[in-house]
């Protein structure tokens, strides 16, 4: 009882250790899964109000690295997944346009061009690479697995996919429909043609005197911050920033061999080399596991390198070329024999999938001499006429059988379940032949260089410790400390592959914070990066050190350009005057009045190409100042084209340059621009 009164006396206090307790376990667990708390734990992104939820990103990120791998293409996985949220960023947003167009797409419309008589292209080559005679049997046999002989198992990755071209396909219909009603929509009217044809209808050629802003000298010319911050005022929607950036400075050690890993390696392949000469054929080498071995029976026609064609050509069997060194790898070449023999022959080939009386039934059509065409009409049959083929590589019973076969059909392969009839139409004269070893060693470095390369970084970081001091010595330490820009979705830092946990650091530090060094990301550096600064989302402040810069150099040029035309303006009547007194050479260019880039002068010069379009011939215009130097030109001549353009040709330029086509082009990004998309992948990857 006593103690039962002591827990009642202590309630209170007991109900705020409880509650202290409760509300540390969930903000624990709200940090440590995002947003759960409130419901948004499981989302990867919004776009508008659609939440993209992480497990159905992960499944999507899977099938595409899944297609990947089966291409054999190697990505970096922080790219592919960038890839694989802008895609599926850009299907939401496709979509909620397609319904506020109120576009859609019939079921007999999309039964047509799956399994019609005009089924897509897309569909079609799905069908021939899964081996299916049409559309109808390829999807038949995907929903009706069992009239086929199959279980769900074995097509249910076919399946999988099928449903996702189905609905590819549906999207690419309604995209192509809002691509015709805007083409119907966006299209040239009067003006707009004539005012094509008058930007690109003229060249005018003139002759020009130029002195560049970069001739005098900056201090000579101060900008204040209030100039600045006045010619930001002006340009500040260039700067307009949509989500956080972050400026960091990154040092990129590449892991490379150290000479005294290429000297020993030099000594170990010639070691190497040594044996080859000594001894036939690469058994005396086989067992060294640091070595790897290529072994070919190749034509001459066959290689691609010059040096290793020119070698086989001359040598004698056992022959054995010096290693050659290229990017930290040694490469031999040993011909190790050469013999005449078939190297390629013409074929017509069928396979029958079935059971035996079914094989013999088609081996008799074959060689009664049966058109292929009436025979493919059977199930279970694929084949074609006159293929062919290279026998390099094939076995010798296999070339023994092409050797001893006659006019007809003969049994390649066959088991109760198919068999494979083969005819053979022409076989080659026998070539010369060359069995080929190739041998490769990759130097890689030593445990003590990389050792070494770390502790000389580590020693680097551990004395420049703050952004500033981390920017500011990396020259002197022999390292090139590279500007980087990146947001929450950026997949690698500044290009470099399996970086995205650097990307993921510069997000979790306060600015002036230096990282500890990255060097088990799957690359072959080390990484280290310091956070300059962080850019909230709104726009790029007129102090952030690239916006100042360009802005000082903007105001800086208009200084220069005032000075030099109170220097020179009205001081000469001619362009080779104006030369003279700038000391530079005359010189010319053609300029229409559309065009960007004017050879000699620059690009961006709207003004200047302006002032042209209007100017009399062989009248002196200027000084004008322009983007980077200051101008004084005179129309030498003026050619008009002798052709103008049709309708046509004006409404296809019109589409390609500012219409229909320019504005598919751009939906993305307009529609992106036009609605709250917010990536959040840096809580998950």
């Known amino acids: 009882m006593a103690a039962l009164e002591k827990i009642r006396s202590k309630a209170v206090l007991l109900v705020v250790f409880i509650g202290v307790a409760l509300l540390a376990f969930i903000l624990t667990d709200f940090l440590n899964s995002g947003r759960a ?62 319904e506020a ?79 015709a009603l805007i083409m119907g929509t966006i299209r040239a009217n009067d003006l707009d043609k004539k005012e094509m044809a008058a930007e690109n209808a003229v060249t005018n ?106 070698f086989v050509a001359k040598a004698a069997v056992g022959d054995v070329t010096s290693p050659k060194f290229q990017s930290n790898t040694y490469t031999i070449n040993k011909l190790v024999g050469k013999e005449m023999g078939l190297d390629s022959v013409n074929v017509s080939l069928m396979s029958v999938a079935g059971p035996k009386n079914m094989q013999d039934s088609v081996l008799n059509l074959l060689n009664a001499g049966t058109a292929y065409a009436e025979i493919l009409k059977i199930e279970g049959t694929q084949g074609q006429e006159n293929l062919w083929q290279s026998l390099i590589g094939t076995p010798d019973s296999t070339i023994a059988k092409f050797r001893a076969a006659g006019k007809d059909y003969f049994v390649l392969n066959q088991s109760e379940q198919g068999a494979i009839y083969v005819k053979i139409n022409e076989l080659k004269a026998p070539k010369q ?48 400390a590279m500007l980087a820009r990146v947001i929450s979705s950026t997949p690698q830092i500044n ?25 088990k990301q799957g690359n072959d550096k080390m990484i280290v990066a310091s956070l300059d600064y962080v850019y909230k989302e709104g726009y790029l402040p007129a102090n ?69 379009a209007v100017a009399d011939s062989g009248k002196v215009v200027g000084p004008l100042k322009a983007n980077t130097s200051l101008i004084v030109y005179e129309v030498i001549g003026h050619d008009k084209s002798k052709r103008e353009l049709t309708d046509l040709e004006t409404e296809q330029q019109f589409a390609r340059t500012r219409g229909n086509q320019m504005v598919m082009q751009q939906a993305v990004n307009i529609l992106r621009e036009a609605t709250d998309v917010e990536n959040m992948m840096i809580r998950f990857y």
């Open 433 to 480: 032949l060359y069995d080929l070893a190739q041998i490769t060693y990759t130097v890689y470095p030593s445990d003590k260089t990389t050792q070494d390369l770390r502790d000389s970084l580590q020693s680097f970081i551990s004395t420049n410790n703050t952004a500033e001091l981390f920017e500011k010595n990396a020259a002197r330490a022999g390292y090139n």
């Open 205 to 310: 050629t003139i002759q020009f005197a130029r002195v560049n802003y970069s001739t005098l000298k900056n201090d000579d010319y101060e900008v204040s911050d209030s100039e600045i911050q006045a010619e930001y005022n002006k340009q500040k929607e260039l700067y307009k920033l949509p989500e956080e950036m972050r400026i960091a400075h990154v040092i990129s050690v590449d892991i490379t061999p150290s000479t005294a890993d290429l000297n020993q390696a030099q000594s170990f392949i010639n070691g190497i080399y040594t044996k080859l000469v000594s001894t036939e054929g690469v058994d005396e080498i086989r067992s060294n596991t640091e070595l790897t071995i290529r072994e070919n029976t190749v034509r001459l026609t066959d290689l691609r390198q010059n040096d290793v064609r020119d």
């Open 544 to 612: 952030a050190p690239e916006v100042k810069n360009e802005l000082t150099a903007i105001v800086r040029n208009e200084k220069k350009g005032d000075a030099l035309m109170a220097q020179y303006q009205g001081k000469a009547s001619d362009i080779a005057g104006y030369a003279k007194l700038m000391d530079v050479a005359v010189d010319t260019a053609a300029v229409t009045f559309g065009q960007n880039y004017i050879a000699g002068i620059g690009s961006r010069e709207s003004d200047l190409t302006a002032s042209v």
């Open 101 to 179: 167009l109120d576009i859609e797409v019939s079921d007999s419309e999309i039964t047509e061009a799956i399994i019609g008589q005009n089924a897509r292209p897309e569909v079609l080559q799905f069908v021939r690479q899964s081996g299916a005679q049409s559309p109808s049997e390829m999807r038949d046999m995907i929903f009706n697995p069992s009239k086929y002989g199959l279980g769900e198992a074995d097509v249910a990755e076919a399946r999988t996919a099928w449903l996702q071209l189905e609905e590819n396909v549906e999207n690419n219909m309604k995209l192509e429909k809002l691509q």
């Open 37 to 98: 708390f409130f419901g948004d734990g499981n989302t990867v992104a919004k776009v508008g109000n659609t939440k993209i939820d992480a497990m159905d990103f992960q499944r999507r990120y899977e099938i595409v690295s899944q297609q990947m791998q089966s291409n054999r293409s190697n990505i970096d996985g922080a790219m592919l997944q960038s890839e694989v949220m802008n895609q599926m960023i850009q299907e939401i947003l496709l979509k909620d346009e397609l």
């Open 495 to 519: 290009g470099i592959e399996s970086s995205r946990e650097v990307v993921r650091w510069l997000f979790e530090v306060e600015p002036g914070a230096v990282s500890p060094i990255f060097d």
